[in-house]
């Protein structure tokens, strides 16, 4: 049996043999935040002579990559991106997904929003039929916490405030338990339409585009059926 860390370590492999082929000299990658992510900087750090650099979704991430030499940019440097790289908390076959448990979902949707493709790295534990197990992050403006909380609890969700956390925003986040996400972009465009949200760790209206998912047999890929 491996582990769900061995099982991460596999699939960030997996990604950079994904990834690497479809990256040029002058390739500028996304990369996302979390644990699943730092190995796959730690695995792709080794290739840095074969891209151009990287557009980094957290501090976490950049002072991991500038330790291993990789170039980071300045996403207002950089016009185009191919591949945006990062993991999640929960993914369906729709390919949406939650994303936030590390707190970075602001800069991860801006940093995706550029990129043409995004692969999703994550293992099975991750795959659900419906989306809300995991407690939705929502990253707030801090005088807007009680009154976006109130319109939360009038969907049935039960916010709590992430205790001692600021996000890299300067900001909030409410972690939303309760709750079945059915429709997950109907439901992203609701509270992306309350104000005072800075952003929804929904990843529906633009959810990934390939994933690759470890299990005890090996690495599936798979495809979203919008692609
Ligand atoms: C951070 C994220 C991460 O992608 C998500 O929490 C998964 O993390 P991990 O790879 O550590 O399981 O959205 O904001």
Not at 122 to 140: Q, R
Not at 150 to 177: H, K, S, W, Y
Request: with cysteine; charged share 20%.
């Amino acid at each position: 049996m491996f582990t769900q860390s061995e099982l991460k370590a596999q699939v960030a492999q997996a990604a950079v043999e994904f990834v690497l082929p479809r990256l040029q000299l002058s390739s500028v990658l996304g990369v996302g935040t979390g644990s699943t992510v730092d190995l796959f900087i730690d695995a792709i750090a080794v290739h840095k002579h074969l891209f151009n650099g990287a557009v980094s979704s957290s501090e976490r991430s950049t002072r991991r990559m500038q330790k291993l030499g990789i170039n980071v940019y300045d996403l207002n440097k950089v016009e185009s991106m191919v591949w945006y790289v990062d993991g999640a908390d929960e993914i369906n076959s729709e390919l949406e997904m939650i994303k936030g448990g590390g707190g970075a979902l602001t800069r991860e949707k801006i940093v995706a929003s550029v990129a043409e493709h995004f692969l999703c790295i994550a293992d099975d534990t991750k795959e659900v039929a419906v989306l809300g197990d995991f407690p939705l992050p929502i990253e707030v403006i801090p005088m807007a916490r009680e009154s976006v909380a109130r319109q939360l609890r009038m969907l049935g969700g039960e916010p709590r405030l992430r205790e001692g956390f600021t996000t890299d925003n300067g900001c909030q986040i409410l972690d939303v338990a309760g709750l079945r996400i059915a429709q997950a972009k109907e439901f992203e465009e609701q509270i992306n339409n309350m104000p005072g949200v800075v952003c929804c760790g929904l990843f529906a209206l633009k959810g990934a585009t390939t994933a690759l998912i470890a299990s005890q047999t090996g690495i599936v890929q798979r495809e979203s059926p919008a692609a």
